[in-house]
């Protein structure tokens, strides 16, 4: 693997900062990438290397690194009214706007949302607002959250414990009690062989059995990501949502749809409960909220989960200091805003998403890839050694590692999640940098195949 050298960043980096989701030793003896500015959809080295940003930083710089009217929505506030909380009856107008243009945008029915400064922290919040929303129906039994195994919910205690990544739970004692898990509707990893369709409805199925299985009256809800991200982009077949939906009507389970990833835009609609036709009752946000500009998230609520909490007229004894950060709302409504003016959903959908689609599943055509797989603006890739079997590489060869190196070289960003490669490019792309972006990649492939051939 490549070794970053020669600059004062690296060493003080390693003396000093413990990095999120990292061998902290394994990064010391390569040195971090030292990432110092950045311009529309790409980042820029401190050696003046240009790499085409696949992933939107983490997700979420959908409208680009350098949107004028957030960065002056920001400074505006900021010189305004730089902190002020929502806490013991205050509120202000970033806030209050905020919230107004939310209902506007997200799917009917939907009209109050509860801030938090992160994805994780929206997480840790459904959990507590839905055990307080049924404990206020007289339901107290009502505690456990089903959850999916290879879910990714965020890292703090909740959210690692609704998240199902083993490796998370081993590290801290996850998860949380009450908190279980079921399968996950990955086709190509677990339903080799099966009917996607029918492997969809078999594992939407296993909800049913697990709430059989822990009890009607104590099953609070059902979270889950429309498509796992970072559980390497899963798309559900077809037959999984419609299944869910029905069988969360059928036991009257809540739904809660982690659409911090999926949510301004990803999937070409405002939220992905749009694209697969999901009814929420709750529904996660950040990252994209804000095009990354700033940390904000929030909860939004259905009307009937919104009146509950209101008449039950005892206090909901949750809530952070960031809940509706004025600058971060400022740069969100700015953010909404400039989406709606050049129309980055519709553009999404109508023309970019399918341009990117064909030359994303040109990539099927190279001799490692055996599924290219895009909904909107995500996009996964699978490597295997042998693509009449479809058996994957030797796990010590560390493929998907090795191909995220090449990825870097070639000048483009793209994630692995084991040996399957992952994307998540900004809304604004041009089909002219798609272009580069699939050119890049496979120039990528190549050289990933030709390391593992040696
Ligand atoms: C990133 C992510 C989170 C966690 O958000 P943070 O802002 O990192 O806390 C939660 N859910 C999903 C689906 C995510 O992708």
Not at 116 to 122: A, I, P, R
Not at 161 to 176: E, I, K, R, V, Y
Not at 418 to 424: A, K, L, N, R, V
Request: aromatic residues 8%.
């Amino acid at each position: 693997m490549s070794q970053q050298t020669g600059s004062k960043w690296i060493e003080q980096d390693s003396a000093h900062c413990l990095h999120p989701f990292t061998n902290f030793k394994a990064l010391n003896d390569k040195g971090s990438r030292v990432i110092t500015r950045a311009e529309g959809i790409y980042i820029y080295d401190e050696d003046n290397n240009k790499i085409l940003d696949g992933m939107a930083g983490l997700w979420c710089v959908n409208m680009g690194y350098n949107c004028q009217p957030l960065i002056d929505a920001a400074t505006k506030q900021l010189q305004e009214l730089p902190y002020y909380n929502l806490f013991f009856q205050t509120t202000h107008p970033p806030a209050v706007e905020l919230s107004t243009l939310l209902a506007e945008v997200a799917p009917e029915g939907m009209n109050h949302v509860f801030f938090t400064g992160s994805g994780s922290e929206c997480n840790d919040t459904v959990v507590r607002m839905v055990r307080h929303y049924w404990s206020s129906l007289g339901k107290p039994n009502k505690q456990t959250i089903i959850s999916r195994n290879n879910a990714y919910h965020g890292s703090t205690m909740a959210g690692a414990s609704l998240g199902g990544m083993a490796f998370m739970h081993a590290q801290g004692g996850l998860p949380l009690p009450n908190i279980v898990h079921i399968d996950q509707p990955y086709h190509f990893g677990e339903g080799q062989g099966v009917d996607a369709n029918e492997f969809g409805l078999e594992r939407a199925q296993q909800l049913e059995a697990k709430i059989l299985e822990v009890g009607e009256d104590n099953v609070a809800a059902f979270i889950a990501e429309p498509i796992q991200g970072a559980g390497g982009v899963i798309i559900p077949p077809e037959s999984y949502w419609p299944e869910i939906q029905c069988i969360c009507d059928k036991y009257e389970i809540l739904l809660i749809v982690d659409e911090v990833i999926c949510g301004f835009g990803r999937t070409g609609e405002w939220f992905a409960s749009q694209t697969f036709d999901i009814k929420p009752d709750l529904m996660c946000m950040a990252k994209g909220i804000t095009s990354g500009y700033l940390p904000l998230g929030g909860v939004m609520v259905r009307e009937h989960v919104a009146k509950v909490l209101t008449d039950a007229d005892t206090e909901f004894a949750h809530g952070f200091t960031y809940s509706g950060h004025p600058a971060a709302c400022a740069v969100a409504i700015a953010n909404i805003k400039e989406m709606q003016k050049h129309n980055i959903v519709s553009r999404v959908r109508e023309d970019i998403a399918p341009y990117f689609a064909s030359r994303w599943n040109e990539l099927l055509d190279h001799p490692m890839v055996a599924e290219a797989r895009t909904k909107g603006l995500v996009g996964a890739i699978e490597l295997v050694k042998d693509k009449a079997t479809n058996e994957r590489y030797h796990k010590d060869l560390d493929v998907g590692t090795r191909c995220r190196e090449h990825c870097f070289s070639a000048g483009v960003v793209l994630r692995a999640v084991g040996d399957t490669m992952i994307c998540s490019p900004p809304l604004i792309i041009t089909r002219d940098e798609i272009d580069e972006f699939i050119e890049k990649t496979k120039i990528a492939l190549d050289n990933t195949l030709a390391d593992v051939s040696l």
